[in-house]
C-alpha cells in the first residue's frame, strides 16, 4: 500500500486474524501478548478455523471508511517471538480488519459486560476486553468470538 495514500500509525502490539476477526493484542514489553497469539492461532486451527499471524512487535494501523486495519510492519513479515525460545517463522497475513482489541493488564476486571466494553482507536470504535497479563484465556477467547459471530 502507498503510504501516500494511507498514513499510518505504528504501535506496539500483536495483530492476527482467528475466522474473520482481527484482533489486536497490546500490552506491555513481556506481558504475553505473542504466547496469547500463538495459542489463539494453535487453538483456533485445531478447531478448523482460519487462523493467521499478521504482525508480532510492531503493528501499522490505519482508519478507512470507519474500519481499522492492521499491517504487518515489513521488517518483521512472518515473524513471532516464541519465549524462551527466539524468533520463528509463521504463516501470515499481509493485513486485517480489527474487530477486536485486548489489552493485557496486571489487575483487570474480574468480569466484564461485553457488549459495554469499547475502544477507540483512530476514530474507530471497537469491541474491547481487558485481560490478565501472561494467563493464557485462549479458549475464552475463542467461545467470545464464536458466539459473538465472528468464528
Known amino acids: 500500500m502507498n503510504d501516500h495514500f494511507f498514513p499510518y ?3 506496539h ?4 486474524v482467528i475466522g474473520e476477526c482481527g484482533i489486536l493484542i497490546r500490552g506491555k514489553s513481556g506481558a504475553g501478548k505473542s504466547s496469547l497469539a500463538l495459542s489463539m492461532i494453535s487453538e483456533a486451527k485445531n478447531s478448523h478455523l482460519f487462523a493467521r499471524l499478521v504482525s508480532d512487535d ?15 510492519h515489513p ?16 504463516d501470515y ?3 486485517c480488519v480489527v474487530r477486536l482489541v485486548i489489552d493485557l493488564e496486571d489487575n483487570p ?4 459486560a461485553i457488549e459495554d466494553e469499547t475502544v477507540e482507536i483512530l476514530g474507530v470504535k471497537l469491541l474491547y476486553l481487558k485481560l490478565k497479563r501472561n494467563e493464557l ?5 475463542l467461545v467470545f468470538l464464536k458466539n459473538s459471530g465472528f468464528a
Do not use: D, W, Y
Not at 502490539?13 to 492476527?16: D, E, G, N, Y
Not at 521488517?75 to 509463521?90: D, K, P, Y
Open 109 to 112: 476486571p474480574r468480569m466484564i
Open 93 to 95: 497475513e499481509k493485513s
Open 13 to 16: 502490539a500483536t495483530a492476527l
Open 137 to 141: 484465556l485462549t479458549n475464552s477467547i
Open 75 to 90: 521488517s518483521i513479515e512472518g515473524l513471532i517471538e516464541v519465549r524462551q525460545i527466539g524468533i520463528i517463522n509463521l
Open 9 to 11: 500509525e505504528t504501535i
Open 58 to 72: 510492531r503493528v501499522r494501523l490505519f482508519a478507512t471508511h470507519s474500519h481499522l486495519i492492521a499491517l504487518v
